[in-house]
């Protein structure tokens, strides 16, 4: 039995609806139709799809005109490009993010046990250059990830060697699962799931063996290291290439290759979408996005009122106030969003430490809990985030279907005497000359933690909790870091301790459930165990112990079915575990964060969930913002 989906449902706060409007005559911007007269652009009709995909605007329907304008950090800040101008996936999250609902494909079909997953793509779509979209781009991708031969980088969350695509005919697109995955279509929706149809055949095949015989001389000729190399940045994750034609409301007109400041986008002429007026978006006509050194240099711009929409890197509670306070001379708003991250700083130990001795302490679930006791959280929350916020654990968000309290709320209050006693009972009791505890070994007990430097509010958590852990004998050696230099210390093993956001709050908790159990790289408390679970053939893997064990099979068991009441019971066994175990210690529940939005423009979403996952804005459907007259 299939279950067919089409984007026939009304939204909260946005409709997404599959279906032309019928006996309307669709219009276009007025630059789009001077380029039709002049002869240079074929007519309308001829540039969308038979049947368009129809969106009722948030507030009201726009007009056209206008940049939009936003910043970058440093010459790799792609994530911020692939949350705006750049999320067009084959399926998509809807607003409230409650499901997955069809987005570049016109709708899709399942099989009961999650193995078949049909895709029915729109007839007369195309890509930016006017090329025909079809079947064969799917499959065209789908088989650069499952090629063995592909050295580049693949997106987490995939069994790429139990996936195959079928062209069952140039509208139609069948992947099969060798195994059940009832995460497959919200993999799809994410970020890294738009893979799919992001490279288009007819030119990235040139860096395809399977395509092009030659392509290997076609990446070298192109200034690329290899075809592997060619594909991953010219037509998967970064934006190098101007040239390669997209699905997005905006082309890309500017490569992002570090030799140009500002990175433009235009309106894409075949954009496959139309408000309930007929009016073909996006309204606005351009993007910009300026490089900058550094966040600094964004709080300049967003208060000089030189930022129309955006929330990267700047909207931190530190940077609030002067933000706030800068409305009316920059001409700006700020909407709330909904933050669903869990924690503002997860601290990890290294349960997995090549050395024996640290391995063992760490290990200790009682020195995991005195260290966490011995944590003021409510210092943090006045010194560092200004009153907002609450003590917290690394637990599913209050508001989220998974909440579990004891793993929330366990070890959260401020409490050293408790703390010191643990630490006794552990018999370390003696001490050096400074104060500090002797580990089993003897030797002080010294943690090292290096915090990306990119992220100012780690370091200034870890300075207050230095602090803290004085008054119970632990000495934390806090420092800043290059964030490259911190992964290479997490993936050669190497780090005592590691800190970082606490994602998994609401529903991204199913697929990224990184500090649950070992579930994947950033699971920096145990590496080895989630080398293992991940079964990449790395020689870190290592096989980890039963209750972990555990939690592994319970989620391989969640994947296996689509049955949404049955993850939910799944997932809630591998919470009580962890609370059990106790992996990593959180700190500050954060509170609602905030977006700015040039006073004029239209159709701004307030309250938007905000994640990584669920990869804000993009699903407000950003083709939609406008300029008010």
């Not at 997995?352 to 929350?381: C, G, Q, W």
């Not at 632990?474 to 005592?496: F, G, K, M, P, W």
């Not at 070992?518 to 679970?533: D, T, V």
Request: one cysteine or more.
């Amino acid at each position: 039995m299939l279950r067919t989906h089409f984007t026939t449902i009304s939204l909260t706060a946005l409709a997404a609806l599959a279906g032309p409007a019928l006996g309307q005559d669709y219009t276009q911007a007025p630059a789009l139709q001077a380029e039709v007269d002049a002869g240079n652009l074929p007519p309308l009709a001829e540039r969308v799809p038979d049947n368009p995909m129809v969106l009722t605007p948030i507030e009201s329907v726009g007009t056209y005109g206008g940049v939009w304008r936003s910043a970058l950090k440093g010459t790799y800040d792609t994530g911020w490009i692939r949350r705006t101008v750049g999320y067009q996936p084959l399926v998509a999250y809807d607003y409230e993010w409650t499901k997955v609902v069809p987005n570049v494909a016109e709708k899709f079909e399942v099989n009961e046990d999650a193995t078949e997953f049909t895709f029915h793509l729109r007839e007369g779509h195309k890509w930016s250059d006017g090329e025909p979209f079809t079947a064969e781009d799917l499959k065209f991708a789908l088989d650069i990830m499952t090629s063995p031969a592909y050295a580049g980088r693949k997106p987490g969350g995939f069994e790429w060697e139990k996936i195959s695509g079928e062209v069952i005919d140039p509208l139609t697109f069948k992947v099969t699962l060798s195994d059940p995955n009832g995460l497959f279509l919200e993999r799809l929706a994410t970020v890294e799931g738009q893979f799919i149809v992001n490279a288009a055949k007819h030119y990235c095949g040139k860096y395809f063996p399977d395509v092009n015989p030659d392509a290997n001389q076609a990446a070298q000729d192109a200034g690329f290291d290899g075809w592997s190399q060619a594909i991953e940045q010219s037509c998967f994750f970064n934006f190098v290439d101007e040239d390669r034609p997209l699905l997005f409301a905006w082309r890309q007109v500017t490569p992002y290759d570090g030799l140009n400041q500002l990175i433009e986008f235009e309106r894409n002429p075949y954009f496959f979408k139309v408000d309930t007026e007929g009016q073909q978006l996006p309204y606005i006509d351009k993007v910009q996005m300026v490089q900058t050194e550094n966040v600094e240099d964004i709080v300049l711009k967003v208060v000089n009122g030189e930022v129309d929409f955006s929330n990267r890197h700047f909207a931190t509670v530190t940077n609030k106030p002067v933000i706030y306070d800068g409305q009316d001379s920059g001409g700006y708003t700020l909407k709330a969003t909904t933050d669903a991250r869990m924690n503002h700083a997860i601290f990890q130990l290294n349960l997995t430490h090549d050395d024996p001795e640290k391995r063992k302490l760490y290990n200790e679930k009682d020195f995991r809990v005195a260290l966490s006791l011995a944590m003021d959280r409510e210092e943090i929350i006045d010194v560092v985030f200004a009153g907002q916020g609450e003590p917290y654990q690394a637990a599913p968000r209050p508001s989220s279907r998974f909440y579990n309290e004891e793993l929330a709320t366990q070890f959260t209050e401020y409490d050293p005497d408790r703390a010191n006693e643990l630490l006794d009972g552990l018999g370390l009791t003696e001490r050096n000359s400074d104060g500090i505890r002797l580990g089993f070994d003897g030797e002080p007990i010294r943690i090292q933690l290096f915090s990306p430097s990119d992220q100012v509010e780690f370091n200034d958590i870890a300075q207050l909790i230095v602090e803290h852990w004085k008054e119970i004998g632990i000495d934390l050696d806090a420092r800043n870091a290059e964030r490259s230099l911190v992964y290479e210390r997490i993936q050669n093993n190497t780090h005592d301790m590691h800190v970082w956001w606490g994602d998994g709050g609401l529903a991204d908790a199913l697929l990224d459930p990184r500090y649950y159990f070992p579930f994947n790289l950033e699971s920096a408390f145990a590496e080895k165990w989630a080398q293992w679970f991940m079964k990449g053939g790395s020689t870190l893997a290592e096989e980890p112990p039963a209750e972990v064990r555990e939690q592994m099979d319970l989620y391989v068991e969640l994947i296996a079915t689509p049955d949404r009441e049955k993850q939910e019971e799944l997932f809630g066994e591998i919470l009580d575990i962890a609370a059990e175990q106790f992996y990593v210690m959180g700190t500050v529940l954060p509170a609602d964060g905030y977006i700015v939005a040039n006073e004029n423009l239209g159709n701004v979403p307030d309250g938007q969930i905000y994640t990584w996952m669920y990869p804000q804005p993009g699903p407000m459907e950003t083709a939609q913002l406008y300029y008010k007259k």
